[in-house]
């Protein structure tokens, strides 16, 4: 069983940067791919990006590609997104996730709380 807290969401001006950190407790933390899913009122939770057990391998959602990096450290157990050039249409609530790798929701079997990021024009 893996425990994941998020942490680094704000308010922030658009074409700004934040960067969210995830922390993972119990389990074997590089035994898992981990992924960031965002959801926005009204609208389904939706992939962002995710990273491979080793880090060697990410994807991104298109809407974020050239934006925004995700990484790990296998060593403290952390999962970071790099968002940069942040837009309006980035707000929501991000989530960070552990599990099979993929874009899909149910790829995962952990999930953290949420750290809400919201983006002004």
């Known amino acids: 069983q893996v425990q994941l807290v998020e942490s680094g969401g704000g308010l922030v001006q658009a074409g700004g940067s934040l960067r969210l950190s995830c922390a993972a407790s119990g389990g074997t933390f590089s035994s898992v791919a981990m992924g960031w899913f965002r959801q926005a009122p009204g609208k389904e939770r939706e992939f962002v990006a995710a990273?491979?057990?080793?880090?060697?391998?990410?994807y991104y959602a298109d809407s974020v590609k050239g934006r925004f990096t995700v990484s790990r450290d296998n060593v403290k157990n952390m999962v970071y997104l790099q968002m940069n050039s942040l837009k309006p249409e980035d707000t929501a609530v991000y989530y960070c996730?552990?599990?099979?790798?993929?874009?899909?929701?149910?790829?995962?079997?952990?999930w953290g709380q949420g750290t809400q990021v919201t983006v002004s024009s």
């Open positions: 996730a552990g599990g099979r790798t993929g874009t899909q929701v149910g790829s995962y079997d952990y």
């Open positions: 990273i491979s057990r080793s880090g060697g391998i990410t």
